[in-house]
């Protein structure tokens, strides 16, 4: 059963399914459309981190140059509670989150013991990758 604190902001581009899916398991969803559609990805990426969501998205490369896992002169580094990247095919997208949320739960969990909880979690195709 999903922990009653863990949250989920959905970028626009992920199929609606994935965030069916999450909600209808019991997580807390909050879609970008509904509350800033259009948004730019900087602002998805102050919204995630204000909210303490993981967020969801499809938009790997520009959300990566936002928000890198170490942080340079030039970016600031974010706190918030970490980004899926959904980077396989649009029609897996429901199957995979639904495979592998109880380790994206786990992973979420186990960050909270440190000081920069961002956990980084890329689902492909037949794989995850984990950087925390």
Known sequence: MPGSV????????????????LSDSGY???????IMPGANDAAV???A????CVLVTKNKRHF????????SS???KYHHAGV????CKEVL???????WIDLIEFEWARSRRFADTKVIIEMRDTLLRIAR
């Open 6 to 21: 863990l949250q989920f902001l959905v970028d626009e581009d992920v199929p609606v399914s994935v965030g069916e899916y």
């Open 45 to 47: 990426l102050e919204l």
């Open 84 to 87: 899926v990247y959904i980077c």
């Open 64 to 71: 990566n140059r936002l928000s890198p896992r170490e942080s």
């Open 28 to 34: 807390g969803v909050v879609r970008v459309f509904d």
């Open 74 to 76: 030039t970016s600031r």
């Open 93 to 99: 997208a429901r199957s995979r989150t639904e495979h």
């Open 49 to 52: 981190e204000t909210m303490q």
